[in-house]
């Protein structure tokens, strides 16, 4: 049934038991606190808030096994959400998204694992984020959400939103791939296309929360989406056995994913889950939008806007991104990098990833084995470590490569030919 809140009768049971055991929300950079269960943007600082929680009382509620126990999706680390009321988990059936070894792409004796976030609803990982978002939106009172996209956000916007009946107001690049386009449309959003890049479409959304009434849902710019993105870490040390593999390769635009992950393992080792080895933070951008990987090489904090950006994997293509101290610290703490590939590398990638192991990656995905190969033939990484890739999409949202071979049945097939 559409909107229906949780996956089974006894989940939904399991959860009530279990309220969440949030604290308060603070600062990212200043580290000030603010009140929970009251709508917030940014902090008086203009920076991204995150949410806190009483890890004691975590530890106390639930145990590892307990929870590997619970049916799969992200709603399992019910206990690490800030969702205090069960009947606002909108769910659309989300799945703990497999590990899916790589075999013929990579060479022997080296491991590459690939975290397929493809088989989430809507297509991508953006389900994580969005889907807290929408929750606790419905959970505040809030009823209007806008956003801007670069295509998968605003799927998962339009299809929780429609869910939690609430409604959505999309803007994307008039490049966006039509496809993401027409999904938004027919999940219930009001979607625009704007002659100008994300931060120009983000721009409307800020300027619009006036006279629309709307609650600005933009990447960071409200606490939540940050703590759907930590399910992906929640779900890796589980799929590891509570260890974390030795390094992650992430595709980073706004770089949500790879703050919550990185929150996520603070959160796990504060109650015993897990040590405190942590894996090596790879940043991954395309050269033609590559604000962090500068940031990086040149030691600063923050990251100048990008200019003229351009790459045709369009979910990595974000100019400026409002959490980039917290990439950076996260980078640098991890001992990782951050790298750019070619768009003409992240290409050539996929092709070969999908011919030679099955695994039809998105653009974002490929740049991130593009990234890896690289990184290894610089020597950034070793051949026995373990290592894993985000394929942030299902592959089959993006423009393919053409087969145009044909055959005349009318005709005897010349079989020698199709040798």
């Given at each position: 049934?559409?909107?229906?809140?949780?996956?089974?009768?006894?989940?939904?049971?399991?959860?009530?038991?279990?309220?969440?055991?949030?604290?308060?929300?603070?600062?990212?950079?200043?580290?000030?606190?603010?009140e929970?269960?009251?709508?917030?943007?940014l902090?008086?600082?203009?920076?991204?808030?995150?949410?806190?929680?009483?890890?004691?009382?975590?530890?106390?509620?639930?145990?590892?096994?307990?929870?590997?126990?619970?049916?799969?999706?992200?709603?399992?680390?019910?206990?690490f959400?800030?969702?205090?009321?069960?009947?606002?988990?909108?769910?659309?059936?989300?799945?703990?998204?497999?590990?899916?070894?790589?075999?013929?792409?990579?060479?022997?004796?080296?491991?590459?694992?690939?975290?397929?976030?493809?088989?989430?609803?809507?297509?991508?990982?953006?389900?994580?984020?969005?889907?807290?978002?929408v929750?606790?939106?419905?959970?505040?009172?809030?009823?209007?959400?806008?956003?801007?996209?670069?295509?998968?956000?605003?799927?998962?916007?339009?299809?929780?939103?429609?869910?939690?009946?609430?409604?959505?107001t999309?803007?994307?690049?008039?490049?966006?791939?039509?496809?993401?386009?027409?999904?938004?449309?027919?999940?219930?959003?009001?979607?625009?296309?704007?002659?100008?890049?994300?931060?120009?479409?983000g721009?409307?959304?800020?300027?619009?929360?006036?006279?629309?009434?709307?609650?600005?849902?933009?990447?960071?710019?409200?606490?939540?989406?940050?703590?759907?993105?930590?399910?992906?870490?929640?779900?890796?040390?589980?799929?590891?056995?509570?260890?974390?593999?030795?390094?992650?390769?992430y595709?980073?635009?706004?770089?949500t994913?790879?703050?919550g992950?990185?929150?996520?393992?603070d959160?796990?080792e504060?109650?015993?889950?897990?040590?405190?080895?942590?894996?090596?933070?790879?940043?991954?951008?395309?050269?033609?939008?590559?604000?962090?990987?500068?940031?990086?090489?040149?030691?600063?904090?923050?990251?100048?806007?990008?200019?003229?950006?351009?790459?045709?994997?369009?979910?990595?293509?974000?100019?400026?991104?409002?959490?980039?101290?917290?990439?950076?610290?996260?980078?640098?703490?991890?001992?990782?990098?951050?790298?750019?590939?070619t768009?003409?590398?992240?290409?050539?990638?996929?092709?070969?990833?999908a011919?030679?192991?099955?695994?039809?990656?998105?653009?974002?995905?490929?740049?991130?084995?593009?990234?890896?190969?690289?990184?290894?033939?610089?020597?950034?990484?070793?051949?026995?470590?373990?290592?894993?890739?985000?394929?942030?999409?299902?592959?089959l949202?993006?423009?393919?490569?053409?087969?145009?071979?044909?055959?005349?049945c009318?005709?005897?097939?010349?079989?020698?030919?199709?040798?």
């Open positions: 049934m559409a909107g229906q809140p949780l996956e089974s009768e006894q989940t939904r049971k399991l959860y009530q038991q279990s309220p969440a055991l949030v604290t308060h929300l603070e600062c990212a950079m200043e580290g000030d606190h603010y929970k269960d009251t709508p917030h943007g902090s008086k600082a203009g920076k991204p808030l995150l949410v806190r929680y009483d890890l004691d009382k975590i530890a106390q509620a639930v145990t590892r096994e307990e929870m590997e126990r619970r049916p799969g999706g992200f709603w399992k680390y019910r206990e959400l800030p969702v205090q009321n069960p009947e606002n988990m909108v769910s659309l059936g989300e799945v703990m998204t497999p590990l899916v070894t790589l075999k013929h792409s990579v060479p022997d004796g080296v491991e590459v694992v690939v975290k397929d976030e493809g088989r989430l609803p809507t297509g991508s990982f953006k389900a994580r984020g969005l889907a807290l978002a929750a606790m939106a419905k959970e505040l009172g809030q009823t209007h959400l806008a956003m801007p996209t670069n295509g998968n956000a605003g799927a998962a916007l339009a299809a929780y939103a429609s869910s939690a009946g609430l409604k959505s999309v803007f994307c690049p008039d490049d966006t791939p039509e496809i993401n386009v027409q999904e938004i449309e027919a999940q219930g959003a009001t979607v625009y296309k704007v002659n100008g890049l994300i931060n120009d479409c721009k409307i959304v800020l300027e619009g929360k006036g006279p629309m009434g709307w609650t600005d849902i933009s990447t960071l710019k409200e606490p939540y989406r940050i703590e759907g993105k930590k399910t992906m870490g929640l779900e890796l040390a589980e799929q590891y056995g509570w260890d974390v593999p030795d390094v992650i390769f595709p980073t635009g706004g770089g994913g790879l703050i992950m990185w929150k996520a393992f959160e796990l504060a109650i015993g889950w897990i040590g405190s080895k942590r894996p090596r933070m790879v940043a991954v951008q395309s050269t033609g939008c590559a604000p962090i990987v500068k940031a990086w090489e040149d030691g600063l904090e923050h990251a100048p806007l990008w200019p003229n950006a351009s790459t045709t994997a369009w979910g990595i293509r974000v100019p400026v991104a409002v959490g980039d101290f917290m990439i950076l610290r996260a980078v640098r703490q991890s001992n990782g990098f951050a790298i750019a590939v768009d003409e590398h992240i290409f050539q990638a996929r092709d070969a990833v011919a030679k192991d099955g695994l039809l990656l998105c653009p974002e995905g490929a740049a991130t084995f593009a990234a890896w190969q690289q990184a290894l033939e610089q020597g950034l990484v070793q051949k026995h470590e373990r290592v894993l890739l985000f394929n942030c999409a299902t592959g949202k993006y423009p393919l490569p053409e087969s145009d071979r044909r055959l005349d009318r005709v005897p097939i010349d079989y020698d030919l199709l040798k």
